[in-house]
């Protein structure tokens, strides 16, 4: 078993930042990929950013240029780098890691809330 916490979050300007945080603790070494979905109200979630142990990565067009991922094997941690924000990355962000099939690991979420 994997437990993530996330943490992080919260109120944003549009046109400001936030750094989301997620720990992985337990069965780490069967996680190879970690990242971050989001899911708005009446939307499905969907991928933000993920990033494997060797380092690639994989951003959704909405994001791109605007968040990055990066990631601290040592202590199994990801972050999510958000700048630039707008109000449509209004969500609460997930931190997920896939293990070993079929299993699938989720955060608890974190609201982030961009609004003026």
């Known amino acids: 078993q994997v437990r993530l916490v996330e943490s992080g979050g919260g109120l944003a300007q549009p046109g400001g930042s936030l750094i989301l945080s997620c720990v992985a603790s337990?069965?780490?070494?069967?996680?190879?990929?970690m990242g971050w979905y989001r899911q708005s109200a009446g939307n499905q979630r969907d991928l933000v950013a993920v990033k494997t142990r060797g380092g690639t990565t994989n951003y959704s067009a909405s994001v791109k240029g605007r968040f990055t991922i990066s990631r601290d094997n040592a202590e199994n941690t990801v972050y999510l780098q958000m700048n630039n924000l707008k109000p449509e990355d209004t969500a609460v962000y997930y931190c997920?890691?896939?293990?070993?099939?079929?299993?699938?690991?989720w955060g608890q979420g974190t609201q982030v809330t961009v609004s003026s």
């Open positions: 997920n890691a896939p293990g070993a099939w079929p299993l699938e690991y």
């Open positions: 337990g069965d780490v070494s069967s996680i190879d990929v």
